[in-house]
């Protein structure tokens, strides 16, 4: 049992470069599985409507506006958080343009693969060096955050404020005792993938607390901001433009 005190700097198995695709492929597929049962598909829905909502006029789903909005996320692996957008704009009838941004090649050909995913941008890149042809007018980031350190992410909510348009959101990991052993128990019962079963409580340990959260945003001069606890232990951070 990790000392859920302090955020752990263990890296987890997927940051190595020595995964075979398969491996990656089978962490992707499980990890949509748990975003879809607990909860973190809708709570990246939520960060979107809670930024679209400024929005006086959203182009209708099907017609190729030159000003539809553009949504990125960053640490996008397989394309879930994205294809989750994508089949609830659908169902809104909106049109948005898709981009996912992800520094692991096996992660980015994984999404181009998936048939569920045509339509949705893939670039593989560190998000920071991305080149954008237009601005995205929202940026967002699902289970990525944790990954990094303090300073890591002062530079990273930086960088998601001064290359959007609209606002920024973030889904992450609320680090508490009963999330660590929840994941941990589900993972051993019932995943089939060694990289799920060793990163999903380590995941947890890299988590953050609430005053954790808001002096990285103190640090990135980021004022103006909402953060909301959500279930299943998720932490969801908003960020509008005036």
């Known amino acids: 049992m990790p000392d859920l005190t302090q955020r752990s700097y263990q890296k987890e198995l997927l940051d190595g470069d020595d995964i075979p695709f398969e491996d990656i492929k089978q962490n992707m597929q499980e990890l949509d599985v748990i975003n879809t049962w607990l ?3 809708q709570i990246t829905i939520k960060g979107l409507q809670q930024i679209m ?18 949504v990125c996320e960053i640490g996008c692996g397989g394309g879930d958080n994205l294809r989750a ?24 050909a994984y999404a181009r693969s998936r048939k569920e995913n045509e339509g949705i941008e893939f670039i593989c890149s ?8 237009q601005k995205p007018d929202i940026i967002f980031s699902s ?12 530079r990273q909510f930086i960088w998601m404020k001064n290359n959007s348009t609209l606002g920024f959101f973030v889904n992450d990991l609320h680090r508490h005792p009963l999330a660590y052993h929840s994941i941990k128990l589900l993972t051993t019962l019932f995943s089939k993938s060694y990289l799920v079963k060793n990163d999903a409580p380590l995941s947890v340990a890299r ?9 990285i945003l103190q640090q ?19 960020f509008k433009h005036d």
């Not at 169902?91 to 898709?98: D, V």
């Not at 289970?143 to 002062?154: A, G, K, R």
Request: net charge positive.
């Open 39 to 41: 909860g973190g598909h």
């Open 53 to 70: 909502n400024r929005v006086s006029h959203t182009p209708a789903f099907g017609v190729a506006h030159p000003q539809a909005l553009i």
């Open 85 to 108: 957008i994508q089949q609830y704009c659908e169902k809104k009838r909106i049109y948005l343009k898709l981009i996912g941004i992800d520094i692991n090649p096996h992660c980015i």
């Open 126 to 133: 560190d998000y920071s060096k991305a080149m954008f042809t």
């Open 143 to 154: 289970l990525f955050c944790h990954h990094f350190t303090e300073d890591e992410l002062q």
């Open 207 to 215: 988590g953050f607390k609430k005053d954790e959260l808001i002096e």
């Open 220 to 238: 990135s001069s980021i004022i103006h901001y909402q953060l909301k606890w959500m279930w299943a232990f998720r932490w969801l951070l908003i």
